[in-house]
């Protein structure tokens, strides 16, 4: 670490000591106004605060619009040095939480832990990314790569309508630092998460009345029943490899042979080599002999969220986290999240590293919480990261093909001013 940093890092951090309740307040404001996924017009008043914080910080805001969620802001300082390269802090604005849920979950602050729907994922993430610039900019701290912000609506249900500019930013930057949730109560950096997808998985059968005629009948009940032991002889443990079904549907009366079934099916893997492995598989029960004479068996779906990988540039960049966490006097550690984030879209293109925001517990949950004392640390060590200069690890882009799945959408670039600027479409 530089000689700079070792001193910049402590002042940073003397600086945000003792704003936890400009922190909570900043908090509450947009706690209040909640903004489920679901419900696109209510994200845009958090979007209208965090224009406000990022313009009284001298940032060009710009709101993006969305085809199926309330959109995206991205924001860069209107004083830039030319030629700089740009790093990206990516959060979102969306919460799991309906409208209505501070009736029964309202925002209070006791014992050192705030309550409420949000604050932990990740609306306290936002906060300490703000608190973060506060200090860089009060201290006269200019990064030696460029900070960039950009923020959407859609991540809690996979950043359908958001992950083409995802990409195209992540493209464009020398690195991501994601402010989801640190990981457990301790708070640890996400260094690496696992993938995801989905299938769904539809049987035809032939319906027959079960007393009159049931040997004319061939069950789609009976044969989706077997593709599903099939489907859980994928999971590997040991390998990270996870198969749950988690919705059935089929038939239409007890005394009528099911003409039609259905299921939805989870995966999780820890690497894109076992995504392929998986969608292999599945696609070999697809195409393989039925159980069930007289049924169809057709699957939908793929392995479309890829795994956060410990890449080369990634590794650097957890050490390097580590290195300013231990000027400030802290100990961080790391560990893979098993669900995912923008963050696995980012890795693929550019060094990555989640779990910067809140310390707490209860994403998605009732008991969701921050702790209190931990906001200025998380703030400060994040302003130490971006403080770093630019990294010498590279990496070839990983490109993977756009979604093209059922209900996702493509969206236009975002103009970063790295490349050439806007190249819509191009994400």
């Given at each position: ?17 003792g704003r936890e309740e400009e922190m909570i ?25 965090l224009q406000r914080e990022l313009e009284s ?76 610039l506060r200090a860089l900019a009060s201290l ?288």
């Amino acid at each position: 670490m530089t000689p700079e940093l070792q001193t910049a890092v402590p002042r940073v951090r003397e600086w945000l000591a003792g704003r936890e309740e400009e922190m909570i307040a900043l908090l509450r404001e947009i706690t209040v106004l909640e903004s489920p996924s679901t419900d696109p017009v209510s994200q845009g008043p958090v979007f209208d605060v965090l224009q406000r914080e990022l313009e009284s910080l001298d940032f060009r805001v710009v709101r993006l619009s969305g085809r199926t969620s309330g959109g995206q802001l991205w924001a860069r300082p209107r004083v830039r040095t030319r030629g700089r390269p740009f790093q990206v802090v990516i959060g979102h604005v969306d919460t799991v939480w309906p409208t209505g849920t501070l009736t029964q979950m309202p925002f209070t602050v006791e014992n050192g832990r705030v309550r409420g729907p949000g604050v932990f994922d990740m609306k306290g993430g936002l906060v300490q990314g703000i608190f973060a610039l506060r200090a860089l900019a009060s201290l006269g701290m200019d990064p030696p790569v460029t900070p960039t912000w950009f923020i959407n609506s859609d991540e809690e249900v996979g950043s359908p309508d958001s992950e083409n500019r995802v990409r195209h930013v992540a493209r464009r930057t020398l690195r991501a630092l994601v402010l989801e949730p640190g990981l457990e109560p301790v708070g640890k950096l996400k260094t690496t998460r696992r993938g995801g997808g989905r299938f769904e998985v539809r049987v035809r059968g032939r319906s027959a009345h079960t007393g009159l005629a049931p040997g004319e009948g061939a069950s789609a009940i009976l044969e989706l029943s077997h593709t599903i032991q099939a489907l859980y002889q994928i999971s590997d443990p040991d390998r990270g490899i996870a198969i749950n079904v988690g919705e059935v549907r089929g038939g239409s009366r007890p005394n009528v042979v099911a003409a039609e079934a259905s299921a939805v099916v989870d995966v999780r893997v820890r690497t894109r080599s076992d995504a392929r492995w998986v969608e292999e598989r599945v696609r070999a029960i697809e195409s393989g002999p039925r159980m069930t004479p007289g049924t169809a068996v057709e699957i939908l779906g793929a392995v479309d969220r890829p795994p956060m990988e410990p890449t080369r540039r990634n590794r650097a960049l957890w050490r390097a986290a580590r290195e300013v966490a231990g000027v400030m006097g802290l100990e961080v550690d790391e560990g893979m999240s098993g669900g995912g984030s923008d963050g696995n879209t980012t890795s693929l293109f550019t060094a990555t590293l989640d779990g910067l925001g809140s310390v707490g517990d209860g994403a998605h949950a009732l008991h969701e919480y921050l702790e209190v004392e931990r906001m200025a640390e998380r703030a400060a060590l994040l302003a130490g990261i971006l403080l770093l200069p630019a990294p010498h690890i590279s990496e070839p882009g990983r490109t993977l093909p756009r979604r093209t799945t059922a209900g996702r959408t493509r969206s236009a670039g975002v103009a970063t001013g790295v490349g050439g600027g806007a190249e819509a479409g191009n994400a």
